[in-house]
Structures are given as structure tokens and as C-alpha cells.
């Protein structure tokens, strides 16, 4: 365990769990007794609210009221219980009754790169729409004590939630474009069901992730993203030309994207940057690394924007989510 964190890139992680918490709960780390209906009672209670604050962190800068929201995208691999988080998160928030709500189980690291393709979609079907993208982890519905097919996750995983207005056709005296997502694709690697996934047990949601994930996501990413750039006409980018959003799944998996590409040291910095204070929220993480982005666009004195971009995020299948995504400050406001 130590030789795994000293080599993860991390820093800092955030978890619900704590000694506390284990001294009311023993069961939790008990792997002979049952305890997923003790987790599933806490999770449910505590991800929407810990998807409520980000959400209205989120709604506050978007500077229009929580009932202007027509859409609600609820990501968790924290969830086993309906009605849902997304309708609780709702609740929480005051949106409306009819406000179209969704939630997406199970996804993993992929879910926040999903959520986003989904609301991009819904937008550029219903241009007054205004869609709630919440991403809200907990690792308390799967965390056991450590054994060799479990450690590299314990070395990775944190809590953390994160929250994204999408929509289109922006008013321009009320809202301020962040990104303008362009085009989406989603890929599985073929032959790859074993090496990542999740199952409930009574125990808790068992988490697998094998060592081979890493050289799999390497061997694939250049032919996915080539295919998502070739929907939008470019069929040779330069991709030292765009600027990063990677999913930081674990230094391994940036350390092979960045030698696979030949991409410049400072092209995933915001991702490393995440990945050491937060370490990897699952779904969530992605949305900490938008947002890491757009704090260095806005830091004076920072390098030159770039227009376009690549998000990546990575989940269970292996699954790809890559999306083109463009700058608006680089060329104005977005029209669509």
C-alpha cells in the first residue's frame, strides 16, 4: 500500500467513511457479515446531498434560479435504492415537478463523460432546455478492508461531487459559456468485460480493476479519438494543438496517454493536478477537471488558449467516452 501511494501522484483524498462511522457500522469492514443494506441506507442519504452542494455552487454562478432547470442527469456508482438520487437531489433543490430526471447507475469512472454526451444531446434537441448534470461518488458502498485484488483501488478512490448547467443557444446578458461540447463517441474495447466492473454482494458493491486497464486504454486511444475527430471533418489533428480534460483514472493511465500521443508534459497538468488533491472521485472526477481548466484560462499570465479540445473519461467495458470540445473564450460566444 505504501509503494502504491507513493507512486500514485496523489496527495489528498476526501471519504464520508471514518473511525467513527466504522465503530457504529463494524460490519463494514467485516467481509464475513452483511452489510450492504447499512451502506445503501447511508449513501442514500448522504450522495444528493453531497451532489446538492456542488449543484448549487453550480446554479449560483449560472445566475438563474433553480426552477429554470428543465433537465436532471443524476451519475452515481453509490445508488441502489428508488425512488433515486436524482429525485431526491430534485427535492433538494426545489426544481420543478416536471422537470425530466434520469439517473445513470453503475457507469464508474465513464459516468461523468455520459451524463455530459446526454445533456449535449438533449440540448441540441430542445433549445430552451436547461439540463442539471450531477456527478455525485461516495466510496462507502465499496470499501473493505484491503486484500491483494483490492489495494490498487484503495490507493486511487475518493469522494467527491461535481455539477454542469448545459444548454444551448446561450442568452447573451445572463449566461457565460465555460465549453462548447461539439462531438461525442463512445467505444468498448473489445474482449475487455473482466478487467473492470463493479457487482453488489451482500458485502457491499465489489470493485475489480486489474493492472491491465492501463495498456488497454494506451492501445486503443488514438484510433477512438481519430474517430471522433473524423465526425467533425478533421481527420488529422495535431494533438499537441488542442487543450486536455482526461478523466486522471490513475497515473498510469495519464503517463500512457501522454507518451501514446506524444503529447507535451504540461498538456494533462490540469488532470495531474486533480488526480494529486482529490484522487480519483470516479464519474465526478471529470467536472473537477473542467473546472481546473477554466480556473488556468482565467489565471492571468497563463499559457495561450487553445480553441479546440479532447475530454476523455473511462469506465467500466472498457468503455471510452471522448468528446471534441471547443474554447468559447477563444472565439467568442458560442452560437450553439
Known amino acids: 500500500m505504501k509503494r502504491i501511494c507513493n507512486k500514485s501522484g496523489i496527495e489528498k483524498r476526501y471519504i464520508h467513511l471514518d473511525e467513527k462511522l466504522i465503530r457504529a457500522h463494524p460490519e463494514i469492514i467485516d467481509k ?37 432547470i428543465t433537465h436532471l442527469i443524476f451519475s452515481t456508482y453509490s445508488g441502489c435504492r428508488a425512488p433515486s438520487a436524482d429525485l431526491q437531489l430534485a427535492s433538494l433543490l426545489g426544481l420543478r415537478p416536471s422537470v425530466s430526471h434520469t439517473i445513470l447507475s ?20 430542445n433549445h430552451n432546455a436547461r439540463i442539471l448534470v450531477a456527478l455525485s461518488e ?18 486511487l478512490f475518493g469522494d467527491g ?24 463517441t463512445q467505444t468498448t474495447i473489445p474482449g475487455s468485460e473482466h478487467v473492470l466492473g463493479m ?22 486511444i488514438q484510433e477512438c479519438l481519430l474517430e471522433t475527430f473524423r465526425s467533425i471533418g478533421n481527420m488529422d489533428p495535431n ?13 498510469a493511465i495519464l503517463d500512457n496517454i501522454e507518451g501514446k500521443l506524444h503529447l507535451q508534459p504540461n498538456k494533462l497538468a490540469a488532470s495531474r493536478h486533480v488526480l494529486s488533491e482529490y484522487g480519483n472521485m470516479s464519474g465526478a472526477t471529470v467536472a473537477f477537471v473542467l473546472d481546473e481548466l477554466r480556473r488556468r484560462w482565467e489565471k ?9 479540445g479532447v475530454m476523455l473519461a473511462f469506465g467500466p467495458g472498457i468503455t471510452i467516452e471522448a468528446m471534441v470540445m471547443r474554447n468559447p473564450l477563444s472565439h467568442g460566444i458560442m452560437e450553439n
Open 32 to 68: 464475513n457479515l452483511p452489510s450492504l443494506e447499512a451502506r445503501i441506507d447511508i449513501v442514500t442519504a448522504e450522495v444528493p446531498k453531497l451532489a446538492e452542494s456542488a449543484a448549487r455552487k453550480a446554479i449560483a454562478e449560472w445566475g438563474r434560479p433553480a426552477t429554470d
Open 106 to 125: 453503475l457507469h464508474g469512472c465513464s459516468g461523468g463523460g455520459r451524463a455530459l454526451q446526454l445533456a449535449k444531446e438533449i440540448a441540441e434537441n
Open 138 to 155: 461516495m466510496t462507502l458502498v465499496c470499501f473493505s478492508t484491503p486484500d491483494e485484488s483490492k489495494i490498487v483501488g484503495h490507493g
Open 161 to 184: 461531487a461535481g455539477a454542469v448547467i448545459v444548454g444551448s443557444s446561450p442568452l447573451a446578458d445572463s449566461e457565460r459559456p465555460l465549453f462548447e461540447m461539439i462531438a461525442a
Open 199 to 220: 457487482q453488489a454482494k451482500s458485502s457491499g458493491i465489489d470493485f475489480h480493476l486489474s493492472i491491465e486497464v492501463p495498456t488497454l486504454i494506451k492501445d486503443n
Open 239 to 251: 494533438w499537441n494543438d488542442l487543450f486536455w480534460a482526461v478523466h486522471p483514472g490513475g497515473r
Open 300 to 308: 492571468k499570465g497563463d499559457e495561450p488558449q487553445h480553441e479546440w
